[in-house]
Structure formats: structure tokens, C-alpha cells
């Protein structure tokens, strides 16, 4: 069994920031595609942000552009997403996601991935 362990969420003023870190514990972390997905109460589950096995190419939702990053340690078996200028529209639960498939593939849609976290809550207050 492997799994993926989210951290980092809680509940930040609007304009706050919070650092999300996902852990996979998994020997060929270095090589899957990590993605970020939230979903809000009502709403459907929508990509966030992905990243590449070495960290070479990132991916990300439109309305997160420039106010939140993608990164990882492949050391670490860790992968972070960085949010910046947070708002209420950001509050949701966020999920961690691994596809281990080889390639960089359709890293926005949650089809390809074979593994998710548990999710953690991220509200924001305004």
C-alpha cells in the first residue's frame, strides 16, 4: 500500500498565504506527475496545478496563475503548493494526486491519476 499525506491547510485572512505539502512515499516518486485538485461544497472537483517527475514543466488553472506555485523535493518524496494572495473563492478542500503513468499526459483532468490524498481544508476568511 502506498499513500499520500497532505499537510498544511487551515483557515487564513484573505490576501493570506499557505504552504500545502503532499508526501508519497513511494520509491519512483522522482518519476510521476503530481497534480493539485480542489473542490468546493456544491462544485465539481477542478485542477489546480501539476507538476513533472524532475520538475521541469508545470501546469496550472487559470485563476490560480501567478498567485500560486508549483514545486517539489524529490528527496523529500515531497511535492508543495505554494498559495499567495489567497481568497474566499480559493477556500475549498485540496487534494493530492499521483499519476504514475510515463509521460508528461492530461496532467489537468483527474482521469490519469492513480492515487489520491485524503485531502486537507484550506478556508479563507474575508
Known amino acids: 500500500q502506498v499513500q499520500l499525506v497532505e499537510s498544511g491547510g487551515g483557515l487564513v485572512q484573505a490576501g493570506g498565504s499557505l504552504r500545502l505539502s503532499c508526501v508519497f512515499s513511494s520509491l519512483f516518486f522522482k518519476r510521476y506527475t503530481m497534480g493539485w485538485f480542489r473542490q468546493a461544497p456544491g462544485k465539481e472537483r477542478e485542477f489546480v496545478a501539476a507538476i513533472n517527475g524532475d520538475g521541469g514543466y508545470t501546469y496550472f488553472e487559470d485563476s490560480v496563475k501567478g498567485r500560486f506555485t508549483v514545486s517539489r523535493d524529490n528527496a523529500k518524496k515531497t511535492v508543495y503548493l505554494q498559495m499567495n494572495n489567497l481568497q474566499p473563492e480559493d477556500t475549498a478542500i485540496y487534494y493530492c494526486?499521483?499519476?504514475?503513468?510515463?509521460?508528461?499526459?492530461?496532467?489537468?483532468?483527474?482521469?490519469?491519476?492513480?492515487?489520491w490524498g485524503q485531502g486537507t481544508q484550506v478556508t479563507v476568511s474575508s
Open positions: 494526486a499521483a499519476d504514475v503513468s510515463p509521460g508528461w499526459g492530461a496532467a489537468a483532468s483527474p482521469d490519469p491519476y492513480d492515487y
